[in-house]
């Protein structure tokens, strides 16, 4: 069965601060591994990952995946209040656009 | 560009009762997912949609059921409710089916069942 395990589960950091989030992953035919914030309600789409070693960037996050080990890490840095909320990563796996999700890791950012 | 639509945003319903709950994909995207949240099983994959057929099925009992129309929109129809599926349930929209595709997620309709 397809697996997701995020950490940390929480954390609390303050602004300006550079935190790491892990995914690791076991998954039948890897396709992609893809990273979402959830603030409120809707996740909303940060990174699609499909090649190992390749860092995807987007201002002050970056997110890049590791297929030999089974792992992915998401970066966030000079964090600011408003990156607090639930990250999320998913995995898809044989049957395509079925995501299995992890727990997620709810990261608040102190000012 | 919209984004995908889900109606309605929150809903109350009692046990034993049936509910409907729609989707509009983004415009172009032809595939639809159905998720439900809960806070203790986290986001958990129901179906999948693409050119109006199930593609995918989660682990849900078969009183959790769907189907898309031919301009794509989804609706996701649960019979006889019980307490335990009272979930926020998200739907996103693919451009394609097969995998390797972003997914971008509504805003989820809140179903509370009393």
């Known amino acids: 069965e397809d697996k997701v395990v995020q950490s940390p589960l929480s954390l609390v950091v303050h602004e300006g601060d550079t935190v790491t989030l892990n995914c690791s992953y076991e998954?039948?035919?890897?396709?992609?591994l893809l990273w979402y914030k959830q603030e409120k309600k809707a996740p909303t789409f940060l990174f699609m990952l499909?090649?190992?070693?390749i860092e995807k960037k987007s201002g002050r996050l970056s997110s890049i995946l590791d297929k030999k080990e089974l792992f992915s890490i998401l970066n966030i840095t000079a964090t600011q209040t408003g990156d607090s909320a639930v990250y999320l990563c998913a995995v898809e796996g044989k049957y395509g656009n079925k995501l299995v999700f992890g727990a997620g890791t709810i990261l608040r950012v102190k000012s | 560009k919209a984004g995908v639509t889900q109606t309605p945003r929150y809903l109350i319903k009692t046990r034993g009762q049936q509910v409907t709950l729609s989707c509009s994909p983004i415009s172009g995207h032809r595939s639809v997912s159905w998720y439900q949240q809960t806070p203790g099983q986290g986001l958990q994959f129901l179906f999948e949609y693409f050119s109006e057929t199930q593609r995918n099925k989660g682990n849900f009992p078969g009183r959790f059921s769907g189907r898309q129309f031919s301009n794509s929109r989804s609706e996701m129809n649960v019979s006889t409710l019980e307490l335990g599926d009272s979930a926020l349930y998200l739907c996103?929209?693919?451009?394609?089916?097969?995998?390797?595709?972003?997914?971008?997620f509504g805003q989820g309709t809140r179903l509370t069942v009393v």
């Open positions: 499909t090649s190992s070693g």
């Open positions: 998954v039948t035919n890897f396709r992609s």
């Open positions: 996103a929209s693919s451009l394609y089916t097969g995998g390797e595709t972003e997914a971008f």
